[in-house]
């Protein structure tokens, strides 16, 4: 028998499956009485004993008692399963609003991975703006170091310059205070005997 629209197997699939065998049952006690009422219209035809007109009238009664039964156990059973259709409504409209809340959740959850995402990626660039800035600025300090090496190396050799051109220098100095002295000393001595000269001449006059 097709399951009922909008029930699910699951915690109450024995009230489903205990009313489709209630529905079996009531289905093949109909029949046996429709047989029976066709048996009794043909004994009305045909001639049959009083025990069997009893017989078959009870059992005819019996049937009908079962079905009346049945039909009492199948509207109780109809009444649990139409509980437990409206539990299982109450529950999918329940899921299904957590259903659209979980998935507004996750749009907010997946829209902010996006923007941590682009910030992320944001910050990556400047970094590496930052680096590849570092390392230009890092060449030109270096550059600006070597120049600093050339000019102290040609610093320190026109130092050396400069004392080899000094040290020339004191040593022409003292060469020509000495040769000034020796010229002065001679100055002198010929001065001394100019006059010596014209002293001894005044005194032979």
């Not at 109450?12 to 006690?29: H, N, P, T, Y």
């Not at 749009?107 to 400047?126: C, F, G, W, Y």
Request: proline content about 0%; aromatic content about 4%; glycine content about 4%.
């Amino acid at each position: 028998m097709a399951t009922p629209l909008g029930w699910s197997q699951g915690g109450s699939g024995s009230v489903c499956l205990a009313f489709d065998q209630l529905r079996d049952v009531i289905e093949s006690q109909e029949e046996l009485i429709h047989q029976l009422r066709n048996v009794m219209i043909l004994q009305d035809e045909n001639f049959v004993s009083k025990e069997e007109f009893q017989a078959v009238e009870k059992k005819l009664v019996e049937e009908k008692a079962a079905h009346a039964k049945t039909k009492v156990l199948l509207a109780k059973e109809e009444e649990k399963l139409q509980f437990a259709l409206g539990e299982v409504e109450v529950l999918s409209k329940q899921l299904e609003k957590e259903k659209l809340a979980f998935e507004k959740a996750l749009s907010n959850v997946k829209s902010r991975v996006l923007q941590e995402s682009s910030k992320k990626d944001q910050l990556i660039t400047k970094c590496n703006e930052i680096e590849s800035h570092i390392i230009k600025q890092e060449d030109i300090l270096n550059g600006k170091e070597n120049e600093i090496k050339e000019l102290q190396q040609v610093i320190c050799q026109q130092k050396q310059i400069f004392r080899n051109h000094m040290s020339d220098f004191r040593i022409q100095k003292q060469q020509e205070n000495y040769m000034a002295q020796v010229l002065d000393q001679k100055h002198k001595k010929t001065s001394g005997m100019r006059q010596a000269q014209r002293h001894q001449r005044l005194r032979e006059k």
